[in-house]
């Protein structure tokens, strides 16, 4: 290290180097300027962290990059800090245009109220914009230059890389870490490859089938033809047959798991269509085996995955399309082997068990080298899916496989890096379709395809291969109308809709209910009162509101298995006993949920679960002793595939009785303590793991929305803090209320808050919507 970084900054031991050789600096014996800009920019940045603008790991990004390219100036380490902070917040990029857009025009505030570029009030982005101000370049020009004659950042668009590739990358105007480049640039690609008709990525294994033969099977697998309305089910089912990849989006109550059952039975009819159909009895291997198994004919079945994020949204999709193929087998009972479809669709499991994710590492078994053994995957709440792992997920798919995404484009996306399914459905949605393809829909669904009129708009590549489903089977009443206002930004209806006095609501878009309440006050304990008791309902029918965590405690206790009768079974016997007795606990516990828009404070995660332990402890309904207690919910917040536990899959610690040689104790009596299990519901089955052996866990009374997605509640209570926060945005809210099946309450202590989070949207810094326009 030179004499004059060695001034700047003092090296802490073991830091890593981002490069084998660090550059050498300019001029390794030029004396310390005594006003450094780096060393006053990262002064800077210090005071920002100790605000709370910043996080430390921001901070350290940007010194680790100084010291490693002493010839930098004070352009880098405020870009790679706010590189760093916006990967925290979820963007892939730090886009640099719209940064500097206000330097050019010093009285407009450094960014929209609605986007901050730090995570701090208007002090920070004025402090922001006073630095900006401060630096000797301020256009996107200079920025760049300064950046690539930093050694730290190459540029994307050259053809010939450096030996040593720089940790960062510049991309036009954005600036990546060089890692979610490289997956944007793969997602892109690969997602282009199966949308090519031209056969020259790979070649073409899509025989599209006769129109008539398809409407006769979406005849009968769907019913007639609605007169009233475009069936946009029957439209997707069709699209999936033309081509390796369909994105089917909509929001709750659309029938995106009723569409794919349909759509799974279609593609099966097209698989025998092609190839004929198995031999019944055959004894072929199931999904995911090593070998390519096929019956004695030599016919080889459909191959076919379901995957979700989490490990509830996958037992959910599973419990859905089992149901769905069930009752399609009751009304087509010879159409096809039903047996096997359900057989080979009874699958689901996380994207980190499908792709085999080794632990403490960021890589999986199954990659390009050794890819699934899938003919199609379907994998639903894609809006959860991050940039990372739909790059995996991608290579690992192979070329020939088909690839259906379900998922609400208009909720939260992921929690880490990117929003995938926002940017694949961004320009895709309403686009008109070229005449030939929309000539050969019509025809298959019976019904003419919407043709929307958009001169000079570029649409997405995606855009043959997506469907939006728009009308709601289930959302009827007025959670479905507090849902569509949220979404639209319709502060006034949505208020209506909540039971608040409001002008300027439109009556047709409006409807209120014992279904949806709201509660003002500005004390927690409102919202623990609630979690525990639910509210107070009007009648049967909104029943679900008075669901709380009280009656999933009484369960626990009246239905505990009774330890003499457990003694006298055989081991297969009582765990039959045991898993009944669990699975009636989680589903007592998946009644109702509390949501929360923030971790941090009273009216967060941290603090309300703390009260709510407070409370059901006074009460003598838990008896805490040290980290665990029976009845206690945990979420998991890593994944540790040796146990089988995925981050975000929620489990209650029940007390396990002691058996075998050692007598048969209920309630904790005897001497030894009864060792306690944690239970975790999946699907129809339930599976337990020692507590003892769960070391990244969190309680769980209290949930984050972002962590609740893919799951759904008979009752959801929706907190929001007292004052606005970064994260509150329409999408949050939006997502919150749509957990809720029967049931939803607003807890806003400060209603003002709840139309400021309507008008602010959640907008993420990426490259790949811009890199899938035709």
Not at 283 to 291: H, I, K, L, N, Q
Not at 484 to 507: F, H, I, M, T
Request: hydrophobic share 45%; glycine share 8%.
């Amino acid at each position: 290290m030179s004499h004059r970084m060695s001034n700047r900054l003092s090296r802490t031991d073991g830091q890593p180097d981002l490069f084998e050789h660090a550059p050498e600096a300019a001029d390794p014996v030029t004396p310390v300027d005594p006003v450094d800009p780096v060393v006053d920019m990262l002064a800077e940045l210090s005071r920002w962290v100790e605000s709370g603008w910043l996080r430390a790991l921001d901070l350290a990004l940007a010194r680790l990059l100084v010291e490693q390219c002493p010839q930098a100036d004070a352009v880098l380490p405020l870009a790679a800090a706010l590189l760093a902070h916006n990967e925290g917040r979820g963007h892939t990029c730090l886009p640099l245009d719209e940064l500097l857009g206000p330097t050019a025009h010093p009285a407009l505030p450094a960014l929209p109220a609605h986007d901050p570029w730090l995570a701090g009030p208007v002090a920070a982005q004025a402090a922001l914009a006073a630095v900006l101000r401060r630096l000797p370049v301020s256009t996107l020009a200079g920025w760049r230059a300064s950046l690539l004659a930093s050694g730290a950042v190459d540029d994307a668009g050259t053809a010939a890389p450096r030996v040593q590739p720089a940790p960062l990358l510049l991309d036009g105007a954005r600036l990546y870490l060089r890692r979610h480049h490289r997956d944007e640039v793969e997602v892109a690609r690969a997602l282009r490859s199966r949308v090519d008709t031209s056969g020259a990525a790979v070649e073409q294994d899509v025989d599209r089938p006769e129109p008539a033969w398809v409407r006769g099977w979406l005849d009968g697998l769907f019913g007639a033809v609605p007169t009233d309305r475009i069936d946009h089910q029957r439209l997707a089912c069709a699209t999936a047959l033309r081509g390796r990849l369909t994105l089917i989006t909509g929001g709750p109550g659309t029938g995106k798991t009723y569409t794919v059952a349909r759509l799974l039975a279609l593609l099966q009819a097209d698989h025998e269509r092609r190839h004929g159909r198995p031999a019944a009895g055959s004894d072929d291997e199931p999904v995911g085996s090593e070998s390519n198994g096929q019956d004695r004919l030599g016919h080889r079945p459909l191959r076919i995955a379901l995957a979700a994020p989490t490990g509830k949204a996958a037992a959910r999709l599973q419990q859905s399309i089992r149901s769905a193929l069930e009752g399609l087998r009751a009304g087509l009972p010879d159409a096809l082997d039903w047996q096997r479809l359900v057989a080979d669709t009874d699958n689901a499991r996380t994207l980190h068990k499908l792709l085999g994710a080794r632990p403490g590492t960021r890589q999986f078994a199954h990659q390009a080298q050794r890819p699934l053994e899938v003919d199609l995957l379907v994998v639903d709440e894609a809006s959860m899916v991050h940039l990372e792992m739909m790059a995996a997920l991608l290579r690992a798919l192979p070329a020939r496989a088909r690839l259906v995404l379900l998922g609400d484009q208009d909720q939260l996306a992921s929690v880490e890096a990117g929003a995938v399914l926002g940017d694949l459905c961004a320009d895709a949605i309403d686009v008109a379709l070229d005449p030939a393809d929309a000539q050969w829909l019509a025809a298959c669904t019976g019904q003419a395809v919407p043709m929307p009129d958009q001169p000079g708009r570029r649409a997405s590549i995606l855009a043959a291969q997506t469907v939006q489903l728009r009308h709601s089977h289930r959302f009827a009443g007025a959670i479905g109308a507090l849902a569509r206002a949220v979404n639209a930004g319709e502060v006034a209806n949505a208020r209506a809709c909540l039971g608040w006095p409001q002008q300027g609501a439109d009556p047709d878009r409006v409807r209120h209910d014992a279904s949806v309440a709201a509660l003002g006050g500005v004390d927690p304990a409102l919202a623990v009162r609630v979690a525990l008791d639910g509210r107070p309902t009007i009648s049967s029918e909104h029943e679900a509101a008075s669901a709380g965590y009280r009656a999933m405690l009484a369960v626990l206790r009246q239905q505990r298995p009774d330890a003499k009768r457990l003694a006298q079974l055989d081991p297969d016997g009582r765990r039959h006993v045991l898993e009944a007795w669990a699975s009636e606990v989680l589903r007592a516990f998946d009644r109702s949920r509390l949501l929360c828009a923030v971790r941090e404070g009273d009216w967060g995660v941290a603090g309300l679960n703390e009260a709510i332990e407070a409370a059901l402890r006074r009460d003598g309904l838990v008896a805490r002793q040290g980290e665990w207690y029976e009845g206690r919910p945990v979420m998991v917040t890593r994944n540790d595939p040796s146990l089988g536990v995925y981050n975000g899959d929620i489990g209650i610690a029940l007390r396990q009785p002691v058996l075998g040689s050692s007598p048969v104790r209920a309630g904790g009596s005897g001497h030894e303590p009864e060792p306690l299990r944690v239970w975790f519901l999946d699907g129809e089955e339930v599976r337990s793991v020692l507590a003892s052996r769960l070391s990244a866990v969190e309680t769980a009374w209290a949930m984050t929305v972002h962590k609740s997605q893919g799951s759904e509640f008979a009752h959801t209570v929706l907190v929001l803090p007292p004052r606005l926060n970064p994260v509150l945005s329409r999408e949050l809210v939006y997502t919150g209320i749509t957990r809720a099946r029967q049931a939803c309450t607003l807890i806003a202590p400060e209603p003002s808050v709840f139309d400021a989070a309507l008008q602010r949207r959640t907008r993420r810094a990426s490259g790949l919507r811009g890199r899938l326009l035709g």
